[in-house]
T-cell receptor, first 115, second 113 residues
């Protein structure tokens, strides 16, 4: 079975500082990993994904994520946080070994960027 | 492209009433999904479809039904609404390859009183 954990319900960071939102996963095969962002009263928007290759993935709005197979992690990062980055962030995983087209989502991490 | 659209945006139901949440996509995606989002719980998969005429249960299907008569539409039916179905419902679609990201609709906020 595939699963994903986001250990922090909330992350607070000062504007201009680097931010990290953590995600760990569990799969039987190889993972496809995704990050989504949700702004208030909106649907989820795709940020970036890891399929294979370079462990550092770059995505929308200056976000990037680092895949670490040994630690089964896929942390989301941004070098300099903006107030407009404040939102709910979801990590999701798809297990290639299971042949599944379903995504399993984490519970979400609320990011608050303080001016 | 409008992407994924959902109607209504908001709805209040009384216990025991029924309703259909509408979802449509104009991207010619074969795969469509229904999720519910509860505070602090992330997204739970209710039902999904891999093409017209084919549907399957997700993690939390009880109390819901779906149909997929066309590629574009994937309505979710609630029969005998219960307070436990108070949630925000999201529809999503994807091309259908394992590497494809899902595209989400704006959601329907449902309250059952």
């Amino acid at each position: 079975a595939q699963s994903v954990a986001q250990p922090e319900d909330q992350v607070n960071v000062a504007e201009g500082n680097p931010l990290t939102v953590k995600c760990t996963y569990s799969v039987s095969g190889n993972p496809y990993l995704f990050w989504y962002v949700q702004y208030p009263n909106r649907g989820l928007q795709f940020l970036l994904k890891y399929i294979t290759g370079d462990n550092l993935v770059k995505g929308s709005y200056g976000f990037e994520a680092e895949f670490n197979k040994s630690q089964t992690s896929f942390h989301l990062k941004k070098p300099s946080a903006l107030v407009s980055d404040s939102a709910l962030y979801f990590c999701a995983v798809r297990d290639t070994g299971a042949g599944s087209y379903q995504l399993t989502f984490g519970k979400g991490t609320k990011l608050s960027v303080i001016p | 492209n409008a992407g994924v659209t959902q109607t209504p945006k908001f709805r209040i139901l009384k216990i025991g009433q029924s309703m259909t949440l509408q979802c449509a996509q104009d991207m010619n995606h074969n795969y469509m999904y229904w999720y519910r989002q509860d505070p602090g719980m992330g997204l739970k998969l209710i039902y999904y479809s891999v093409g017209a005429g084919i549907t399957d249960k997700g993690e939390v299907p009880n109390g819901y039904n779906v149909s997929r008569s066309t590629t574009e539409d994937f309505p979710l039916r609630l029969e005998l609404a219960a307070p436990s179905q108070t949630s925000v419902y999201f529809c999503a679609s994807t091309e259908g390859t394992q590497v494809s990201e899902q595209f989400f609709g704006p959601g329907t906020r449902l309250t059952v009183l």
